[in-house]
């Protein structure tokens, strides 16, 4: 079984802290991805990486950056939170190549108060 | 703008009912995903479909690939409380590089 986890579920910072989110798989994929969810939004990706090291910016990097050390961790960094980034954050992965299916961690429920 | 449009954004309906779900789009996927996605949790995969036409079966689910490879269809017959949540469709072009869309989600309710 794929498995993907998140260090927290849920989580309470302050305006202005900085904030890791840690994302772990165990399936030596290729591809991570961070996503946020918001009622009537749907998914957005932040940022993927499709090899340690290595990032792309999604459709809303801004405010955020990742760091890949290593294949399977890939973590997402807030680095000032505000109160517009409390959403839920979504951590997935699959591989570089083949029929694209993602596999989600159980997600963190940020709150930025 | 989505780039995959669901509809409808909302179903409620009484156990043994069916429902069908839409995923739509200008752009043609190399792959399309469902999900499913329960409250306080991350989405779980149901099923890829890749080949344009191709029709797939998951016990009462049965989801549908448009020949075009723009949009896709779920169907669930006899829907039972077991079925409520949120469907979210997803896929790849041929350009997005890796990268997912995905639609906005359909919150299904299935009442006893």
């Known amino acids: 079984d794929v498995k993907v986890t998140q260090s927290s579920r849920y989580l309470v910072k302050r305006t202005g802290e900085k904030v890791f989110l840690e994302c772990v798989q165990d399936m030596d994929h290729e591809n991570m991805f961070w996503y946020r969810q918001d009622p009537g939004l749907g998914l957005r990706l932040i940022y993927f990486s499709y090899d340690v090291k290595m990032k792309e910016k999604g459709d809303i990097p801004e405010g955020y950056s990742v760091s890949r050390e290593k294949k399977e961790r890939f973590s997402l960094i807030l680095e000032s939170a505000s109160t517009n980034q409390t959403s839920m954050y979504l951590c997935a992965s699959s591989f570089f190549t083949g029929r694209g299916e993602q596999y989600f961690g159980p997600g963190t429920r940020l709150t930025v108060t | 703008t989505q780039l995959l449009e669901q509809s409808p954004q909302f179903l409620s309906i009484q156990e043994g009912e069916n429902l069908t779900v839409y995923c739509n789009s200008s752009s043609v996927f190399s792959s399309l995903q469902w999900y499913r996605q329960e409250p306080g949790e991350g989405p779980v995969l149901l099923v890829t479909v890749v080949t344009g036409g191709e029709v797939k079966k998951l016990k009462r689910l049965t989801f549908q690939f448009g020949d075009a490879r723009k949009d896709s269809s779920l169907h669930i017959t006899a829907a039972q409380p077991g079925d409520t949540g949120l469907y979210l469709c997803?896929?790849?072009?041929?350009?997005?590089?890796?990268?997912?869309?995905f639609g906005a989600g359909t919150q299904v309710v299935v009442t006893p």
């Open positions: 997803a896929g790849t072009t041929t350009d997005s590089w890796g990268k997912f869309q």
